[in-house]
């Protein structure tokens, strides 16, 4: 039996990624001023030990101001390296390229953490020591009724922004990430400068495409020239806002064409986020259903994606890119369910028995495969028949 395509090697400059695998970025809300601590090192380490190829940070906010929460990880100081730094040597040493995905919130800064109601911060949230600050975007214009209106960003004020994106990147080089992604989707600050429902500028960073696309592509030209140059640029994207008037797919691939020829690598096809959380819905949902743009958009730039999304079963995530409609599948919250999808995965696409000694958990961390050789046969003998372990 061929080796899965999911678990082929991929290239990314000078970085090798063992299989197609991403851990995609999932804020925690658990940060104290930004720094990384325990909780991160363990909810990440843990997808490394689980067989990732990539495992990427949360958004990590580039600015104070430019936090979704005040539990958001950040790179605005020194402080913030070393502990990331641990992070990105732990996922390193247990197989995985270490990946921090750069970000600011934009007008959907300053909010509550999710449990306490994913929304604009109330009085209950000030009592608890989360006080609202002064947040920005292209325009003045908040993102919906009741939420903070935002100040509408100065040229210098953009200028310094990039000076933000640099020293942060900067501060990813020293804690040893050897991946990094600009985060343009979900209504944040990158993706409210694109679409024509958040950024009414007239001035040469509004009006039509181009304009709107002018600062997130001066970012990312920012980014890529501190970016050492053996080591990949992923962008993600919301390759359509699914709202009348917003980003359509044609938009996203004049971006990504604009994005590429300034040194982005890969393209991390999202959807939706403009209006409401995140993971608002704006986009019909089903099995894999933003592949579709991450293939589209593979075809019409010829530029490598990544897609992610509702990517829940191997032999689902094998097919994907199997038939080239993507380069890389990214898995959320099917790891959090599962850390070890991985390793499963590999399990439910291989041909391999489960007998000591025939390599079935070779890719396992040894701490773990040692003990599971010996566990299958056992189990096996009781059950009186194969274990269904590659059922995953």
């Not at 995965?345 to 495969?369: H, N, R, V």
């Amino acid at each position: 039996m061929s080796q899965p395509r999911l678990f082929t090697p991929i290239v990314l400059r000078g970085v090798t990624s063992k299989n197609r695998i991403v851990i995609s970025p999932m804020c925690q809300y658990s940060a104290d001023d930004g720094l990384a601590n325990d909780w991160h090192l363990v909810h990440l380490g843990k997808f490394a030990q689980g067989g990732a190829g990539i495992v990427m940070t949360e958004a990590t906010a580039v600015n104070p101001e430019g936090r979704i929460t005040h539990g958001d990880l950040g790179l605005w100081n020194d402080a913030q390296i070393a502990p990331l730094k641990r992070i990105a040597n732990f996922l390193r040493a247990n197989g995985s390229v270490p990946a921090i995905q750069l970000a600011h919130a934009g007008r959907k800064a300053s909010m509550q953490r999710p449990w306490y109601g994913n929304a604009a911060l109330t009085a209950e949230d000030v009592a608890r020591g989360d006080k609202p600050w002064t947040i920005v975007a292209p325009s003045a214009i908040p993102m919906d009724d009741g939420w903070l209106m935002p100040h509408e960003l100065t040229v210098p004020e953009l200028k310094q922004l990039c000076e933000d994106f640099r020293l942060a990147t900067l501060r990813a080089v020293d804690a040893q990430f050897e991946l990094l992604e600009l985060h343009c989707a979900h209504g944040y600050l990158l993706h409210e400068f694109l679409s024509p429902l958040s950024n009414k500028r007239n001035d040469a960073y509004g009006g039509d495409r181009a304009g709107r696309m002018k600062f997130p592509l001066e970012i990312v030209e920012t980014v890529r020239a501190a970016w050492p140059k053996d080591r990949p640029l992923f962008v993600r994207i919301s390759s359509v806002d699914g709202i009348d008037g917003g980003i359509d797919i044609s938009d996203s691939v004049a971006f990504v064409n604009e994005a590429s020829t300034r040194g982005a690598d890969v393209i991390d096809c999202s959807s939706g986020g403009l209006m409401g959380s995140a993971t608002a819905a704006r986009i019909p949902r089903g099995y894999g259903f933003q592949v579709p743009f991450a293939e589209q958009i593979r075809n019409e730039t010829k530029v490598t994606t990544m897609a992610v999304g509702l990517i829940l079963h191997p032999q689902q995530a094998e097919d994907i890119v199997a038939e080239g409609k993507t380069d890389l599948v990214a898995v959320g919250r099917e790891a959090l369910f599962d850390p070890n999808w991985p390793l499963h995965a590999e399990l439910a696409l291989s041909d391999t028995k489960g007998e000591i000694g025939d390599g079935t958990f070779d890719s396992w961390p040894k701490q773990y495969g040692w003990w599971l050789e010996r566990r299958e046969p056992g189990l096996r003998k009781l059950a009186g028949h194969a274990l269904p372990f590659r059922k995953v």
